[in-house]
C-alpha cells in the first residue's frame, strides 16, 4: 500500500506545480475594489497579437522580446483611456489590466511564437457640466 501511495504522492505534487508554473505568466488583479459612487465600469479586451520568436535568436534577445510583447498590452490599455473618455464624457481611470502571455511551438519547421492577450477594465467618472 505504501509503495502504491507515495507515486500517487508524487503526481499529486507535480501536478499541482505544473499549474502553478502554466498561471504564472496570467498578471492582474482578481479583487477589484468598487467603483466610485457615480462612477460606470468597463471592461475592454485587448487585442490577440502574435509575434513569432525568430529562430538563433539569443535567450536573453528572447526575454526582451517577450517584455516588449507585454508591454504593449500595458500600452494599449492606457492608450484606450482617451476614447473612453471622449465617448462618455467622462474622467477615465484604469482599475486593472490582465495580461496573458503564452509561447505557441507551430511545429516542425514551424518556430515559436509567443501569443499575447489581456484586458483592462476602467472606472469613468461623468464630468461635472
Known amino acids: ?3 502504491i501511495c507515495k507515486p500517487l504522492l508524487l503526481a499529486g505534487v507535480a ?11 496570467s ?3 482578481t ?7 457615480g462612477a460606470i465600469r468597463v471592461t475592454v479586451s485587448v487585442p490577440q497579437q502574435f ?3 525568430p529562430q538563433g535568436m539569443t535567450a536573453e534577445d528572447q526575454q ?3 517584455e516588449s510583447v507585454r508591454r504593449r498590452i500595458y500600452e494599449n490599455s492606457v492608450t484606450e483611456c482617451g476614447p473612453l473618455s471622449e465617448v462618455y464624457k467622462a474622467d477615465c481611470r484604469i482599475v486593472s489590466v490582465t495580461a496573458n502571455l503564452n509561447l505557441m511551438n507551430q511545429g516542425i519547421g514551424g518556430g515559436v511564437t509567443i501569443n499575447v492577450n ?3 477594465t476602467y472606472d469613468l467618472t461623468p464630468r461635472s457640466k
Do not use: D, R, Y
Open 118 to 120: 489581456g484586458s483592462a
Open 64 to 66: 526582451k522580446l517577450i
Open 1 to 3: 500500500m505504501k509503495t
Open 31 to 37: 479583487n477589484l475594489p468598487p467603483a466610485a459612487p
Open 51 to 53: 509575434t513569432p520568436i
Open 27 to 29: 498578471l492582474g488583479l
Open 15 to 25: 501536478s499541482l506545480v505544473f499549474v502553478a508554473a502554466a498561471s504564472a505568466q
